[in-house]
Nanobody, 118 residues
């Protein structure tokens, strides 16, 4: 069975950094586009970053270049380096996998809480 497990969340002061990890199993990792989403209370889930199986990243303009997504296909793991964190970054961060071929199918992790406050 497919499993995505996020880790690395926690509490940090404004300006601090966190590195999130998403360990996957049960899928052909290299054939899945991986992404990080986040959802703050009262807001819709939004895309933070995505990365293709070949390692090409993509970021929404709103991320301001503070986040970096990467993947290690040998470890079936995707990462999100978060720098210069702001209180507005407080949210539950979710790992997402979408296979590149065949019927579209999304897999989601349970999420990890990131809290940025003084």
């Amino acid at each position: 069975q497919v499993q995505l497990v996020e880790s690395g969340g926690g509490s940090v002061q404004p300006g601090g950094s966190l590195r999130l990890s998403c360990a996957t199993s049960g899928l052909i990792f290299s054939l899945n586009v991986m992404a990080w989403y986040r959802q703050a209370p009262g807001k819709q889930r939004e895309l933070v970053a995505a990365i293709t199986g070949g390692g090409s990243p993509n970021y929404p303009d709103s991320m301001k270049g503070r986040f970096t997504i990467s993947r290690d296909n040998a470890k079936n793991t995707v990462y999100l380096q978060m720098n210069s964190l702001e209180p507005e970054d407080t949210a539950v961060y979710y790992c997402n996998a979408r296979r590149s071929f065949g019927p579209l199918r999304d897999y989601w992790g349970q999420g990890t809480q990131v809290t940025v406050s003084s």
